[in-house]
């Protein structure tokens, strides 16, 4: 053993004396210098190397990984479902009833849509003659538009004649008489309404102050249930200049690339004001957002704390993150994007988030002509149905904030066949947008991971609508139902052959 040892120690010196001889010469020096720099060169682009290797994709690079069309574009399985709200053999004929029901509606457009929809059930239920409803003329937009201004008034009644008795106004014998003011309670059943028939003891008009959500999404006769239907999608249909011009958007829609999104950008002043969402604003304009809302007295909600609304995904997504959105979930920046929204607040600052990623984006003012617009200017609720024709016709939807207008869309393309909507997760999202920001995560491939599996059971497949959020008791859980209009399945969608 000490021989063995002895004999490798006396090798190793050996060598050390062949490479690293006593005295160095000048020469010897310098070619262990370019040696050692040659070698630390090699170390460092071998590091370059695999850092970029294993680093995930940056935007560009994850774009050149396009999913196949059908991935991007294509409609969820429906599984053979269509519209099915025909009466069942149970249903009887309208009668010519002598009590009358008045309405003014409230709201924006799909929200008066929806109540007025809501209240052509009422009327049947409660066996009244239905007059032509009030709109909305006092809302935020203060929009003078008269019914026949935006719905087709002739279609609208004699559609519904098998229903509910629809006239244009009172007899002139009862404009005078005294009326029971009635001011429904939210999201009532059959029993309510029947209940409410006692009016006509003692009235023969009954004025309805507010139309939204004046009946129950669920637990209701299938009848009522596919009257709703048949009155929101069918009936309500808009008038002739409104439905014209919009038919001749989406064909120059779809003339500029054959597919386009919709997306319904909730990034207005009166939203951000609402919502008390501030992220990525200015303190100037945070304040004047906080000044419109203590100024609004309709709305109960004056101090909001921003960041909290923001992780609990109650915000609108900013154009920034709607960005993100898409270029994670694998749509390339050509892709034609139609914004259906009114004025988006802080104008072209905001929306360069958006459009240095996606510069094929358009409005509805940059696709019509002034002339076709000039009619329908300062009627917020004409313009918002031209947004709502474009946006049920789209190849793909995606709302940023889950409003009226959201929910009615994303109900009517689940009833023309479950179409393309996505449906951001926005508290999921907030997440994400939040580790990017700190730099734990990088754009490419491991921020569409992320996303897209969070929206793979959120792009319209066919579900039954969700009943109350765990732990609300009352009337309140109400309030936390699935809108009956934003998924009228299974009333109104069946496998059945029997269509309208």
Not at 163 to 169: L, T
Not at 208 to 220: G, Y
Not at 236 to 247: A, C, E, H, T, V
């Amino acid at each position: 053993m000490v021989n063995k040892r002895g004999n490798y120690s006396h090798s190793r010196n050996s060598l050390a004396t062949k490479l690293f001889p006593r005295k160095l010469t000048l020469f010897s020096i310098t070619v262990y210098a370019i040696l050692l720099f040659a070698f630390s060169i090699f170390i460092f682009i071998f590091h370059i190397f695999e850092h970029e290797r294993m680093k995930p994709l940056s935007s560009e690079g994850s774009q050149s990984q396009q999913l196949p069309d059908n991935k991007l574009w294509g409609a969820p399985h429906y599984y053979g479902l269509r519209p099915c709200v025909k009466p069942t053999a149970k249903y009887k004929a309208t009668q010519g009833w002598d009590r009358y029901m008045t309405v003014r509606s409230n709201g924006g457009l799909n929200q008066m849509r929806t109540g007025i929809s809501d209240m052509v059930a009422v009327a049947r239920i409660m066996n009244a003659t239905l007059v032509i409803p009030q709109l909305d003329k006092r809302s935020f937009w203060q929009d003078s538009s008269a019914f026949s201004d935006v719905f087709d008034e002739l279609h609208f009644t004699t559609s519904l004649q098998g229903d509910v008795r629809i006239v244009k106004e009172l007899p002139k014998e009862l404009e005078h008489v005294p009326r029971a003011r009635k001011h429904f309670t939210s999201w009532s059943g059959m029993s309510y309404y029947e209940e409410m028939t006692h009016l006509w003891k003692d009235y023969q008009v009954v004025h309805v102050v507010k139309s939204d959500s004046r009946l129950a999404n669920n637990d209701l006769p299938v009848d009522i249930q596919r009257l709703r239907c048949r009155a929101l999608y069918y009936a309500l249909r808009f008038s002739p200049s409104i439905d014209n011009l919009g038919k001749k958007l989406v064909e120059r829609l779809r003339s500029r690339g054959g597919r386009y999104i919709a997306l319904h950008l909730r990034y207005e002043k009166d939203m951000l004001s609402f919502t008390g969402c501030t992220h990525g604003l200015t303190d100037a304009e945070s304040e004047e957002l906080r000044i419109m809302r203590e100024n609004t007295n309709h709305w109960k909600m004056k101090k909001i704390n921003s960041t909290e609304q923001r992780k609990g995904g109650f915000c609108p997504l900013t154009p920034k993150e709607v960005a993100i959105f898409l270029q994670a979930l694998g749509y390339p920046p050509s892709t034609l994007i139609y914004i259906a929204a009114g004025e988006i607040y802080g104008g072209h600052i905001h929306l360069l988030d958006l459009t240095s990623r996606f510069p094929n984006v358009v409005f509805k003012e940059t696709v019509a002509s002034q002339d076709e617009l000039k009619t329908f200017s300062n009627h917020a609720s004409q313009t918002a149905a031209l947004d709502y024709i474009i946006s049920v016709e789209s190849d793909v939807f995606i709302p940023s904030y889950s409003g009226n207008m959201a929910r009615a869309v994303e109900g009517h393309r689940r009833f023309l066949g479950h179409q393309k909507t996505i449906t951001p997760d926005r508290k999921g999202l907030v997440e994400v947008f939040d580790k990017m920001e700190a730099g734990q995560l990088e754009e490419g491939t491991s921020v569409s991971y992320l996303v897209m599996q969070l929206h793979k059971n959120r792009q319209g497949a066919p579900r039954k609508r969700e009943g109350p959020l765990q732990g609300f008791k009352g009337r309140a859980r109400f309030r936390t139902e699935e809108s009956f209009y934003q998924n009228p399945y299974p009333e109104c969608i069946c496998r059945s052959k029997s269509t309208l």
